[in-house]
């Protein structure tokens, strides 16, 4: 895990911007996460399971890679089989709240999401210092 998060923080420290907040779009539009934030999965664990159990089609495309990262425009959607669980039909019912998360849109009768664009700093609501982040691993 050590070594994803190192790497994902030598690909932000090359693109332009602020390198603390382009790693944080980069983690936010990792599909497990994406997962998670739509609603679809209570937990980042349980997301990542989904994803893992090929329970989830990013464009159509079966898609069973957590880190799979997504760009603006990727539809994510719960696989039709999929559709009849109870933890995702039961996740869905309880979440209404996707319409915080301006980055996302979602739409809870056909369980199908779509990641418009990478988020800003302050739509991410995690309390963290991305900073000390940077700091440490550009030792």
Do not use: C
């Amino acid at each position: 895990m050590e070594r994803q998060f190192r790497n994902m923080f030598e690909v932000a420290s090359h693109k332009h911007g602020v390198t603390g907040t382009v790693l944080l779009q980069l983690l936010e539009s990792r599909l497990d996460n994406t997962v998670f934030r739509l609603g679809i999965a209570p937990t980042r664990r349980a997301a990542r399971q989904l994803v893992s159990h090929r329970h989830i089609v990013v464009n159509g495309v079966l898609t069973n890679v957590p880190s799979y990262h997504l760009r603006p425009g990727d539809t994510v959607e719960v696989r039709g089989q999929s559709k009849s669980l109870d933890l995702i039909r039961d996740q869905i019912g309880k979440k209404s709240d996707v319409k915080k998360f301006g980055w996302l849109e979602f739409n809870s009768d056909q369980m199908k999401g779509t990641f418009i664009a990478y988020p800003e700093r302050e739509q991410i609501p995690e309390k963290l210092n991305e900073q000390l982040i940077v700091e440490l691993y550009s030792k």
